[in-house]
């Protein structure tokens, strides 16, 4: 088991950056591939960016590459998304997302696969 705990949501202008916090709690944090997705309102859920378990490895879909990076300290047993460049498109709300896996090098971009969820955190992109 592992709680997740979101936080550093907000409302910002385009153009603007805001950094996420995924706050970690339970197992040992650096047992799990970690993931950010986000969903719109009347959308699916979306794949926003994904890190391995040592971190080496990350991947981001084309929507935001260049513009936002995951990293995480498994020492502080936490994962950041910091988000530059905000386009009115990325507004939604934001969950961090654990995967229990053996491989260090192991991620994916399938929701599925992740068997924890925070709660999420609301990012709005006013124009």
């Known amino acids: 088991q592992v709680q997740l705990v979101e936080s550093g949501g907000g409302l910002v202008q385009v153009g603007g950056s805001l950094r996420l916090s995924c706050a970690a709690s339970g197992r040992t944090f650096s047992s799990f591939a970690m993931g950010w997705f986000r969903q719109a309102p009347g959308k699916d859920r979306e794949f926003v960016a994904a890190?391995?378990?040592?971190?080496?490895?990350?991947f981001y879909p084309e929507s935001v590459k260049g513009r936002f990076a995951i990293s995480r300290d498994n020492a502080k047993n936490a994962v950041d998304l910091q988000m530059n460049s905000l386009k009115p498109e990325d507004t939604a709300v934001y969950s961090c997302?654990?995967?229990?896996?053996?491989?260090?090098?192991?991620?994916?971009?399938?929701?599925?696969?992740?068997?924890?969820w925070g709660q999420g955190t609301q990012v709005t992109v006013s124009s």
């Open positions: 890190i391995s378990r040592s971190g080496v490895i990350t």
């Open positions: 997302a654990a995967a229990s896996v053996d491989s260090r090098t192991w991620y994916s971009t399938d929701r599925r696969l992740y068997n924890y």
